[in-house]
C-alpha cells in the first residue's frame, strides 16, 4: 500500500515538473529562472567557456517547450539583452545567453516601428539570387566590425512561438541580413567566419 502511494506521488511530481518545464534541463531552467526576466550575461569569444558554447550546435524547440513559461521568460530575458542601452543591437540568438537552442530575437526593420520579433526554429530555406557587401558587427565578438557578403533577400520558415504552427515568409534588404547573422549563430558560426576583413571598430 505505501509503495502504491509513493508510486503515485512521484508520478503526480514528475506531470507537474513536466507541465511546468517542458523538456527544458535543469541547467536550463535555472539559468532563465535567475535571468526573472531582465538582462542575461552576453557570452563572448573572449570567454574561454562562452566561446564553446557560441561554436555549440543549437537543440531545436518541441511545443511542449514553447508553450512552458520557460519559453516565455528565455524570449523575455533576450529582447532585455539586445535592448541593453549600453551595447544595443539589432538581433540576439539564444546561444548569446547561454542557452544553446533554436531562437533568434530580430529587430524588423521592414515593419513599421521597427519592433523586435521571436523566430522558434528558423531555417533559411532558400536564398534570393542577388548578393552584397556590408558592415557587421556582434554582442558577443566585442570590439570589432567586419565586411560580410550575404544575400539581400532569403526565403526564411520557422515556428510560431504562440501557436507553434509553421511559416514561411520572403525577407528583404538589412532585416534578412540580420536574419543571416542570427541563424549562423545556431549552428556555431560567427559572422567572423564568414568576413571578408575584420578590422577594430
Ligand atoms: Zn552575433
Known amino acids: 500500500m505505501k509503495r502504491k502511494y509513493i508510486t503515485i506521488v512521484a508520478a503526480v511530481c514528475a506531470l507537474f515538473v513536466t507541465s511546468c518545464g517542458g523538456g527544458w534541463s535543469a541547467t536550463e ?4 529562472n535567475s535571468s526573472r526576466m531582465s538582462r542575461m550575461r552576453v557570452t563572448t569569444v573572449d570567454n574561454e567557456a562562452d566561446s564553446l558554447l ?19 521568460r528565455l524570449v523575455a ?21 547561454g542557452v544553446l537552442r533554436r531562437v533568434v530575437v530580430v529587430q524588423r526593420f521592414d515593419k513599421a516601428g521597427t519592433p523586435f520579433e521571436v523566430y522558434v526554429n ?3 530555406e532558400s536564398y534570393g539570387e542577388e548578393w552584397s557587401v556590408g558592415s557587421e558587427g556582434c554582442l558577443s565578438v566585442p570590439g570589432l566590425r567586419g565586411e ?16 507553434f504552427e ?8 538589412f532585416t534578412a541580413v540580420i536574419f543571416q547573422h542570427e541563424i549562423d549563430h545556431l549552428g556555431g558560426v560567427l559572422y567572423t567566419d564568414r568576413a571578408d576583413s575584420v578590422n577594430e571598430e
Do not use: Y
Open 29 to 32: 531552467e535555472e539559468l532563465i
Open 54 to 72: 557560441l561554436r555549440s550546435e543549437c537543440l531545436p524547440l518541441t511545443a511542449r517547450e514553447v508553450a512552458s513559461p520557460i519559453f516565455g
Open 77 to 97: 530575458s533576450m529582447v532585455e539583452s539586445v535592448n541593453d542601452p549600453e551595447n544595443r543591437g539589432v538581433g540576439i540568438a539564444a546561444p548569446q545567453v
Open 122 to 124: 528558423p531555417v533559411i
Open 148 to 163: 560580410v557578403r550575404r544575400a539581400t533577400s532569403i526565403t526564411l520558415g520557422w515556428r510560431d512561438p504562440v501557436d
Open 166 to 173: 509553421p511559416r514561411r515568409e520572403v525577407i528583404e534588404g
